[in-house]
Every structure is written in structure tokens, then in C-alpha cells.
């Protein structure tokens, strides 16, 4: 009698575990008041974290540049970035340093580039050692990978800055920031909901 016990308890707590829901998510859901949103981040099922983050000027749904949107669905992270040290991230990092650009140029559309090292300096877009505390820590998303010109580029998670809104980023508090590099690898989901339908 002992024995079939155990062994359904057993089955039972492995059930439990094979249908625990697994991996990193970063779950952003617009409040609908202003740029104001809540970002959760799970690991294996299990919160981590909940905290107030801002997200685009313009709420979400972005679908071309300027729009000040922040793009709705999943997108996965890339790279981490910084104008500080790497925080101990497994995430792949590159420091931030003042000759380091997020183009918008035809040439290197949406792409992280080192100028000097590159010999570029004609690039445009975000001189991004100038986006102090935006940029003390950041993780690139997989938005417009493909880097098609006008759909939007830069669209990252960082740090807050001075301003209650992004121009399509996501913003978080730069404790949770730095948290988040170091919890999380490139497994991490990065999920953005509608806004509630009260607001649409």
C-alpha cells in the first residue's frame, strides 16, 4: 500500500514539473495611463521581479520609424550593452564607448557599430555614450533583424531616463536593468501586450 502510494505521488510531482512553465520571460503590459506599463520578469514559472517601467510616446504597436511606438508580440534578445562595466551578464556585451553608434544609415541600418573601428565616422543615428543613464545598461531586442529601412530601429530594454516615456523602447529602473543582465541569458522572451481595451 506504502509503495503505490509513493509511486503515485511520485507521478504526480513529475507531472508538476514536466508542466511547470519553463524559460525567461520579460512580460510588459501597458497600464494605459500615459507610457506607463508594469514589466514582469519569470524564470521557469517563478516571478522574479515586478516593477514599473515606461515604454513608447506614443503607446505600442509600432510599424515604422518615428512612430514613438513600442513594437507589440515577442521579440528575442540579441546582445547586452553598456556604458558601464559588464555586470557579470553571460548575455554577449559590448561597452559602450563614445565612438560606438546604433545606425539608421542604409549602409548599417539598425546595427550597433564601433565607427572608429570600423573607420565609418559618416554614420548616423544614436551616438550612444551621449544616452547617459538611458544607456548604462541595455539589451538589444530582435526587432527588425533584418534591418529593413523605415520599419524602426534601436529598440531596446535600458535604463530610465529624465523623460515618463521612450521613443519605442522599454525603460526600466537601472537596479532592475542590471538584475535582469545578470539573471537572464539569450534564452530570455521578451513579450509586449495590447493596451487595455478601455484605452484603445
Partial sequence: ?????????SIILLFVACTKPQGQVLEVTPTG???NATAVLTIDGKQIFETQCFIGQNGVGKTREGDKKTPLGEMRVLE???ILPNPGTSIPYIDVTPSVFCCDDSNYYNQIIDTAAMHYPSCTGEEMYSYQPHYNYGLTTSYNEEGIEGLGCCIFVHCKGNNPYTAGCIALDEDKMRELLVRCDTTLRIIVNPMPECYE
Fill in 1 to 9: 500500500m506504502k509503495l503505490k502510494l509513493f509511486l503515485f505521488v
Fill in 33 to 35: 495611463e500615459g507610457s
Fill in 80 to 82: 547586452a550593452f553598456g
